[in-house]
């Protein structure tokens, strides 16, 4: 067994844009609550009804997204555009203004349960990212990797790329595992190679992560006790 506590808590209510920071969440069957609740489809008539991602497109970084510090948000988020300007997800004229931005139609959707895989929390581990960062030999900002919760570990570093079936992790009240399909250890997409803020992207980082960890970063995992996280929190983890 290993133990923590929680660093910091992320929360990305509209799927690849900008996300927030928070103090504590719910989290539950949804996975963590507003995490990908809302997202943008794509309107192109020969990709209409799909997820619109960075892949894609990547001016979808220079839009942020927030519901503030609510633990279970009951309302919509807020999205931000990249000349500042806020708008609601109900206001009229958003539709409008994304794909004036991204320079094609898109659609709004809201749902629960739109991140990549399922209704799932992503963690990750600052000694993993400590050691990523000093093998490239230069910062990696957390925020490439889109995790949910960040833990500090007396684990080694990387150790996470070897959990399986059972991994089971107590986080304050709420207990998460690697339990059914599309959980374990994360296999990165090139989106952590763009900058978070949408500027530039790093190329060498998704070619290192293939070449020396197989293109894991950070644990997929589901709630099996739902309760409220909060930054700061102690955690144990019970690796399988």
């Known amino acids: 067994?290993?133990?923590?506590?929680?660093?910091?808590?992320?929360?990305?209510?509209?799927?690849s844009l900008r996300g927030e920071e928070v103090r504590a969440a719910r989290f539950d069957e949804r996975g963590m609550a507003g995490d990908r609740a809302h997202a943008l489809v794509d309107g192109r008539e020969k990709r209409a009804g799909r997820l619109l991602t960075v892949r894609q497109n990547p001016a979808m970084l220079g839009w942020g997204a927030g519901y503030g510090e609510l633990i279970d948000p009951p309302k919509p988020p807020v999205l931000r555009a990249p000349d500042g300007r806020e708008w609601s997800w109900d206001e009229p004229g958003l539709a409008g203004a994304l794909a004036g931005s991204f320079g094609m139609p898109v659609d709004l959707r809201a749902a629960d349960g739109q991140q990549?895989?399922?209704?799932?929390?992503?963690?990750?581990?600052?000694?993993?990212?400590?050691?990523?960062?000093?093998?490239?030999?230069?910062?990696?900002?957390?925020?490439?990797?889109?995790?949910?919760?960040?833990l500090t570990l007396d684990a080694p570093a990387f150790a996470e790329e070897d959990w399986g079936a059972g991994t089971t992790l107590e986080v304050g009240e709420v207990v998460l595992e690697v339990a059914g399909e599309r959980t374990g250890p994360?296999?990165?997409?090139?989106?952590?190679?763009?900058?978070?803020?949408?500027?530039?992207?790093?190329?060498?980082?998704?070619?290192?992560?293939i070449d020396r960890h197989d293109n894991k970063f950070g644990v997929i995992l589901r709630v099996a006790r739902a309760g409220v996280i909060n930054a700061g929190d102690a955690v144990r983890a019970r690796p399988a």
């Open 186 to 209: 994360c296999i990165r997409c090139a989106v952590p190679s763009w900058d978070p803020d949408g500027r530039e992207r790093w190329p060498r980082l998704q070619t290192h992560l």
């Open 1 to 15: 067994m290993f133990e923590g506590s929680v660093v910091a808590l992320h929360r990305w209510p509209v799927k």
């Open 116 to 150: 990549d895989r399922g209704p799932t929390v992503l963690v990750t581990f600052a000694a993993s990212l400590a050691a990523l960062s000093a093998e490239l030999g230069a910062p990696v900002d957390l925020r490439r990797f889109r995790p949910n919760v960040h």
